[in-house]
T-cell receptor, first 118, second 115 residues
Framework: AQKVTQAQTEISVVEKEDVTLDCVYE???????LFWYKQPPSGELVFLIRRNSFDEQNEISGRYSWNFQKSTSSFNFTITASQVVDSAVYFCALSEVISSGSARQLTFGSGTQLTVLP | DTEVTQTPKHLVMGMTNKKSLKCEQH?????MYWYKQKAKKPPELMFVYSYEKLSINESVPSRFSPECPNSSLLNLHLHALQPEDSALYLC??????????????FGSGTRLTVV
């Protein structure tokens, strides 16, 4: 079975602080994909990043950066100089093959509610 | 067009009503999905359609009936729902159900309340 753990249920920071959201995963697949999604109060899941299991290069996109460490099965997400608009629930997800093998699905972590205070 | 459009955005229905949720995408994606999300929980997969055929039904009660009329449209027909079915229903699409290189594109969801 595959599993994604986001141990931080809620995080509050003051605007301009840096914040790191943790994600630890378990999988037996040798090839897999990891994702981060943002879900603001409006409900839509917004795709942030995809990382495949063969690419451990860290990535930076503006104020966002991701640290993928296969050795520790972690895929952490850092927001630098946080802003109020970053307030949302953030989900880490792992792609997995559904048992019948006919499709893949995303297995989501439980999510981290980030609140950025002005 | 890089969006998945869901209608309606909000729906209140009685336990004896019949209603439908609609989802549309024009990205040429061949896989479409229904997810259910309860408050403060992650999304849970309900159905997967691949090339307009139902490929996965995650043991969803028969009061939920999916339909894929064509490659761009996905419906979820609702009948005799229970109050515990109140949730956010998310539609998603991907290029192919076997390849998740690019993840899913999600719609903004339908917030369903069953009274």
């Amino acid at each position: 079975a595959q599993k994604v753990t986001q141990a931080q249920t809620e995080i509050s920071v003051v605007e301009k602080e840096d914040v790191t959201l943790d994600c630890v995963y378990e999988t037996r697949d040798t090839t897999y994909y990891l994702f981060w999604y943002k879900q603001p109060p409006s409900g839509e899941l917004v795709f942030l990043i995809r990382r495949n299991s063969f690419d451990e290069q860290n990535e930076i996109s503006g104020r966002y950066s991701w640290n993928f460490q296969k050795s520790t099965s972690s895929f952490n997400f850092t927001i630098t100089a946080s802003q109020v608009v970053d307030s949302a629930v953030y989900f880490c997800a792992l792609s997995e093959v559904i048992s019948s093998g006919s499709a893949r699905q995303l297995t989501f972590g439980s999510g981290t509610q980030l609140t950025v205070l002005p | 067009d890089t969006e998945v459009t869901q209608t309606p955005k909000h729906l209140v229905m009685g336990m004896t009503n019949k209603k439908s949720l609609k989802c549309e995408q024009h990205m040429g994606h061949r896989a479409m999905y229904w997810y259910k999300q309860k408050a403060k929980k992650p999304p849970e997969l309900m159905f997967v359609y691949s090339y307009e055929k139902l490929s996965i039904n995650e043991s969803v009660p028969s009061r939920f009936s999916p339909e894929c009329p064509n490659s761009s449209l996905l419906n979820l027909h609702l009948h005799a729902l229970q109050p515990e079915d109140s949730a956010l229903y998310l539609c998603a699409s991907s290029q192919d159900s076997r390849q998740l290189n690019y993840g899913y594109t999600f719609g903004s969801g339908t917030r369903l309340t069953v009274v």
